[in-house]
């Protein structure tokens, strides 16, 4: 996004834990920054060595340790891409509880690092649930070995939970333990249209209920999204053309008997479209068609990018009010920008996408701080899913309250007396002192 | 398990998170100990007040502050029981995420401080992944207000999963979020008969894979089990009289559609009848068989304290290894006591208890450090739900690390330099100084 320049003069590829340890204890000795770094799909600036930070890519950990076929516990290195996690589970017949655009390139120690959440949360839920044990190694060097592979497991504070989604800053993690859910046979896709926000929410009620348990994603995008992808991406068709929709709605079910599940879904679906929620609608044939159903969903962000300057937000707003911010962002920028909504609504996760035809101070001051405090105002949260990094590090005070964010900065201090490990991120400045 | 013997003085009962900061306050400028009390069930001593400490039971913050009907998500004191927030949901159409025995007296904020497991684990998975939010007071009387009620928020360290099974020793838990599931409305539950331990696994195997998204219990129990319940528990009956059978398995589904749910189920045991894996089984033909069902694996624990004196241990181990340590315990003790094993097979947890004429030392030399050291062994956990509480404290480095524990220390430091909260618990004593 052009937002952030990376500056720094060595970049190192420890190949295993001790090779970490030994540069985390040289550095912490000699109070030399760090930042860790995965496979930089981050998009808060997480990744990027503000000044001068020594930066350590676990891109050469990349390897599988084991694999339970009977419990479906793999446990791996931190620096493999998750993409190469899920083509190897799904030869062994399962599959990864997570899963997002960046696949190809995100690796899972930067994927449990930032917390990551993605396409699959509504049916399979945090990292938090889903991460069985870590490796981490702390900034003097110490390794904390808390890499279990049991699902129950209640001898003491449940530490790797400190380092799951503190972007590095406490710990880099160099092995996962991580449970994975039995691939389901039958994986069903329906692209929907709606008229109005309303509808996509009642639609997800719905869906909740009737859908139950194969319910595996339920994402939304609005027209403004649509048109971008249409435009601006090779090869994309839209899958109901007949008219111009002002919502789309992507369902996916997963089960384990495709006729079952099929047969439920148009039920699903037909029911929808006689009680006038949706207004068109359509499930993939095949293979081939839910993929293009997905690269719509998915192109999002790429379409974005090539549109041109772009501010992107990720927000969790209770799920009935997260469009009227959409709303109220276009009334406030009037011609200026083309503002985007898009997400998962099934996690009242909204992606909130701004773009503009240059980087503006006039336009950014129009959008923030409003944007933090309207989404603060709602009990939301101004990071759903992408975390704090150096872009929204000192606008943590929108979502956790002073004496939460003196505590996490005691135990930042605690953990990393020096504070050589990815400063500048996080935490605000004002709780950090940087000599 | 007359094990432990309760001594204090003074038992507090606060109204709100108020009185109990102003309570946590006062002790802590004046040293006092405390031990948090939610309903009292646990059963490693946790919320014994050893010495003279003041007791702070939550039995009066029972309230219930919110229920959103769309995300399902559940705001409410800690001293909620947690039947009844089980029967409050019901009437919403929502269920609560865990289940166990001990529902009918136990609290929320207890089942969240202990990080309590049961009976819904297997589908719905650990607390840390279902509890969204938490309000918790420090020692010191500060109130951390991380009270969200969103499923995805990354905005800084996740602090609330310090509070989810410390046990009290990091800070008393006075209000709860948690995510609840929508009620499904077609539930089945078979109990089934196993000739040999294995069969029990590969039916597991099965399960996972053929019963897939409505699988929502796997629980096994062994004849001794079977035995003591029929003995000791009034208007119990064998569900499966025919002949004698060495381990018994109850599964259950939970699913939205009834008559596809229960063909489903049916065709699973015809199956698994057909392959020799199970040597006879019943499908329950009514709510009440259902519960007649659950009552025996439920009454279990209650059929064993009739018995008399029992040593109970609450065991992680990888499902393949799990009954060779009631194979070798029964090897090593011989005549002198019962050895029964039962649980949440589908979880990889092992409820070994011993049921043994009398306490006696001798017996129990028998039992530990040998049912610690073959758990480490086997890189198990010595509790897997439990907690460590009294009991087990000076056991942790059969499960963690030395490094990782150091860290808990230094964390419970932090929180908690006067060491009021929960003494003698969780840590073991070498690390902890009671001056």
Same mark, same amino acid.
């Given at each position: 996004m052009h937002k952030y320049k990376g500056s720094s003069k060595l970049l190192l590829l420890p190949r295993n834990t001790e090779e970490v340890s030994k540069i985390l204890e040289y550095c912490n000795s000699r109070r030399l920054a760090v930042v860790p770094q995965g496979g *930089?799909? =981050?998009? &808060? =600036? =997480? %990744? &990027?060595? &503000?000044?001068d930070e020594v930066i350590i890519n676990? =891109? %050469?950990? *990349?390897? @599988? @340790?084991a694999f339970d076929k009977v419990s479906g516990i793999l446990v791996c290195e931190a620096g493999c891409i998750l993409e190469n996690l899920i083509s190897y589970l799904d030869n062994q017949g399962f599959i990864m509880p997570l899963d997002l655009g960046a696949k190809g390139s995100c690796q899972i120690g930067g994927n449990v690092s930032t917390n990551a959440g993605g396409l699959r949360f509504v049916r399979y839920g945090s990292l938090h649930g889903n991460v069985l044990g870590l490796e981490a190694v702390l900034a003097n060097g110490d390794v904390l070995d808390m890499l279990g592979t049991l699902r129950k497991d209640n001898t003491g504070y449940d530490l790797k939970h400190l380092f799951i989604g503190s972007e590095g800053s406490l710990g880099i993690v160099t092995k996962v333990s991580i449970l994975t859910p039995p691939k389901l046979s039958s994986v069903n896709i329906a692209f929907l249209a709606c008229e109005d926000y309303l509808s996509c929410q009642k639609l997800l009620s719905e869906a909740k209920r009737k859908l139950g348990e194969i319910l595996s994603a339920f994402e939304f995008l609005d027209s403004h999204a649509m048109d971008l992808v249409l435009n601006h991406l090779e090869g994309v068709r839209n899958p109901l053309p007949s008219a111009v929709h002002n919502f789309y709605v992507l369902i996916e079910t997963t089960g384990s008997d495709e006729s079952y599940d099929k047969e439920k879904l148009e039920a699903f679906l037909l029911h929808s479209m006689e009680s006038g929620l949706i207004s068109d609608g359509v499930l993939a044939q095949d293979i081939n068609q839910a993929s293009s159903f997905w690269r719509i969903r998915e192109g999002v962000p790429e379409a974005l990018m090539r549109a041109g300057p772009v501010y992107k937000y990720d927000l969790s707003i209770p799920v009935e009010k997260m469009y009227s911010l959409v709303e109220d962002m276009r009334l406030r920028l009037g011609q200026s920008a083309n503002v985007v909504g898009y997400g998962h609504l099934g996690d009242g996760n909204l992606h909130l996408n701004i773009s503009a035809p240059r980087y503006d101070d006039t336009i950014l001051a129009q959008i923030e701080p409003y944007v933090y405090e309207w989404t603060s105002k709602h009990r939301g949260s101004i990071s759903a899913e992408h975390g704090l990094g150096l872009m929204k590090a000192n606008e943590i005070f929108y979502s956790k309250s002073h004496e939460t964010v003196q505590l996490m900065a005691s135990i930042k201090k605690l953990l990393d007396p020096n504070g050589i490990l990815n400063p500048y991120k996080v935490l605000p400045h004002s709780l950090c002192s940087y000599s």
């Open positions: *930089n799909t =981050g998009l &808060v =600036g =997480g %990744s &990027v060595p &503000v000044f676990a =891109g %050469s950990m *990349n390897k @599988i @340790i």
